[in-house]
């Protein structure tokens, strides 16, 4: 599936103040999904016990609007704890059960507590047993300090 993903994501070319290249954005109102398996899409199966993660059953919830945002047009992308070892594993569950998809990322480091840093904007919802579609919340959050407060 990640071949289909280069062939069929449209990235518009950005540039600095220079003219000079800098990464591309997707386009306005598209979405890059990181989704967490265990325990986010399926039952929270760890990599000690791989026969499992053959038999696990997809949250019904998670499939539909998965597949929706990737009906609608945005990147979905699995990231997950799995380890190489696993790509077949998973590559095959996920087919086998109909979840649509661009890419697979594995090897997420364990434990959760994740804080991610990066130059383009990023939104975390933490999953707490339901996919629904999103709504808007405002919420406090950790930030760098702007340089003008030093």
């Known amino acids: 599936m990640e071949k289909l993903a280069q062939e069929t994501l449209h990235l518009d070319e950005a540039f600095d103040a220079k003219g000079q290249h800098i990464s591309p954005v997707l386009p306005q109102g598209v979405k890059n999904y990181l989704i967490d398996i265990d325990g986010t899409i399926c039952d929270d199966v760890p990599n000690e016990e791989p026969e ?65 840093i990066d130059n383009h904007i990023v939104k975390a919802t933490r999953f707490r047993g339901k996919f629904t579609d999103l709504v808007v919340k405002t919420h406090e959050i950790e930030v760098f300090q702007d340089e003008a407060h030093h």
């Open 52 to 116: 499992r993660m053959v038999t696990c059953l997809p949250y019904p919830d998670a499939l539909k609007i998965i597949n929706k945002w990737y009906e609608d047009g945005h990147v979905i992308t699995f990231f997950t704890s799995r380890t190489d070892e696993h790509r077949e594993i998973t590559e095959n569950w996920l087919e086998k059960h109909g979840f649509k998809y661009h890419g697979l990322l594995l090897n997420k480091p364990r434990g959760g507590n994740y804080h991610w």
